[in-house]
């Protein structure tokens, strides 16, 4: 195993940054995060942001940078495009988008499309970490990828056929924060996974996906007329979004589900499959994405043909 720096691998999000000092083999020797997302950054310029967080861990001047997700954006650093699906994820690294005019080489991974007239979808960022899932946990057919944008994916070995995506995280900050539920739930605060009012919620919003918006205001009215606390209701208002989340993907209590995520979503979430019945495969989600970074500059310098870096 070396210990010597050989690549920065960065995914770089909407409302988040998160920087990986890899060696040749992988191994994490240093990491650095903050709340810079797309969002935060506009004022300041991603090469100024990029740049101070590469000072703070000493980075050598030589190594190069591959980045994932939102600064690949249209409204990103510079746009990197889809690859329409089916696609195969162990390809997209020889898709990427130099940065021009950096004095170090920077690539940026392109995204997936799915286009259809009728039900058109992206996802940035998600198609590294399906590369790393695939990887490390091989054979999986169905994924999900909670996050402010969730993702459910079909996979034919390294080729997804498929995916949707659906909103529950920001639903759930915009109906908890900015609507009348506000006065019901305080606002957005931690949801317990194992709360039963966040379990119940997950059944009903499984099962009953119609009655959705119903059971929203139910909340507010619960609250009125039985004093239900803030913290409860915010349990069932997360409870019944990742449900009828579930049900959009047509989850079966039968099947197993490769579960990529990390810490409060994974718990949250593998809770709510484990109460539909499914059988989860768990894959920390900065695992995956550190795997596929790695994957894809690998399959970018064999294709360039700088095979000076690993």
């Given at each position: 195993?070396?210990?010597?720096?050989?690549?920065?691998?960065?995914?770089?999000?909407?409302?988040?940054?998160?920087?990986?000092?890899?060696?040749?083999?992988?191994?994490?020797?240093?990491?650095?995060?903050?709340?810079e997302g797309m969002s935060e950054v506009a004022a300041r310029g991603f090469e100024t942001v990029l740049k101070?967080?590469?000072?703070?861990?000493?980075?050598?001047?030589?190594?190069?940078?591959?980045?994932?997700?939102?600064?690949?954006?249209?409204?990103?650093?510079?746009?990197?495009?889809?690859?329409?699906?089916?696609?195969?994820?162990?390809?997209?690294?020889?898709?990427?988008?130099?940065?021009?005019?950096?004095?170090?080489?920077?690539?940026?991974?392109?995204?997936?499309?799915?286009?259809?007239?009728?039900?058109?979808?992206?996802?940035?960022?998600?198609?590294?970490?399906?590369?790393?899932?695939?990887?490390?946990?091989?054979?999986?057919?169905?994924?999900?990828?909670?996050?402010?944008?969730?993702?459910?994916?079909?996979?034919?070995?390294?080729?997804?056929?498929?995916?949707?995506?659906?909103?529950?995280?920001?639903?759930?900050?915009?109906?908890?924060?900015?609507?009348?539920?506000?006065?019901?739930?305080d606002g957005e605060g931690k949801v317990d996974a194992n709360d039963p009012a966040f379990l119940t919620g997950?059944?009903?919003?499984?099962?009953?996906?119609?009655?959705?918006?119903?059971?929203?205001?139910?909340?507010?009215?619960?609250?009125?007329?039985?004093?239900?606390?803030?913290?409860?209701?915010?349990?069932?208002?997360?409870?019944?979004?990742?449900?009828?989340?579930?049900?959009?993907?047509?989850?079966?209590?039968?099947?197993?589900?490769?579960?990529?995520?990390?810490?409060?979503?994974?718990?949250?979430?593998?809770?709510?499959?484990?109460?539909?019945?499914?059988?989860?495969?768990?894959?920390?989600?900065?695992?995956?994405?550190?795997?596929?970074?790695?994957?894809?500059?690998?399959?970018?310098?064999?294709?360039?043909?700088?095979?000076?870096?690993?």
């Amino acid at each position: 195993m070396t210990t010597s720096p050989a690549l920065v691998a960065v995914d770089w999000g909407t409302t988040s940054f998160r920087l990986w000092l890899l060696s040749r083999d992988g191994t994490v020797l240093a990491e650095h995060r903050s709340q810079e997302g797309m969002s935060e950054v506009a004022a300041r310029g991603f090469e100024t942001v990029l740049k101070d967080h590469l000072q703070t861990l000493s980075v050598p001047s030589d190594l190069p940078v591959v980045i994932c997700g939102m600064a690949g954006s249209r409204q990103g650093w510079v746009e990197a495009g889809y690859i329409d699906t089916p696609a195969d994820v162990t390809t997209i690294g020889a898709s990427a988008t130099v940065v021009p005019d950096t004095a170090r080489q920077i690539i940026i991974i392109p995204g997936l499309a799915v286009r259809s007239e009728s039900e058109p979808d992206v996802m940035r960022g998600e198609e590294t970490q399906l590369l790393g899932a695939h990887l490390e946990m091989p054979g999986g057919e169905r994924y999900c990828m909670p996050g402010t944008h969730s993702k459910w994916v079909s996979m034919n070995g390294p080729t997804v056929t498929g995916f949707e995506t659906f909103m529950t995280g920001e639903l759930f900050s915009a109906l908890s924060g900015k609507t009348i539920l506000t006065h019901s739930t305080d606002g957005e605060g931690k949801v317990d996974a194992n709360d039963p009012a966040f379990l119940t919620g997950v059944r009903d919003g499984w099962a009953r996906p119609e009655k959705t918006t119903h059971h929203l205001f139910s909340i507010r009215a619960g609250q009125l007329l039985y004093n239900h606390p803030a913290d409860e209701n915010r349990a069932r208002l997360s409870g019944l979004l990742i449900g009828a989340e579930f049900a959009g993907a047509r989850v079966r209590g039968d099947e197993q589900i490769g579960l990529v995520a990390s810490g409060a979503l994974q718990r949250l979430y593998q809770a709510a499959l484990l109460a539909c019945g499914v059988k989860v495969r768990n894959l920390d989600a900065d695992v995956a994405v550190r795997r596929g970074l790695m994957e894809s500059w690998q399959r970018f310098a064999t294709t360039s043909g700088d095979r000076t870096h690993p």
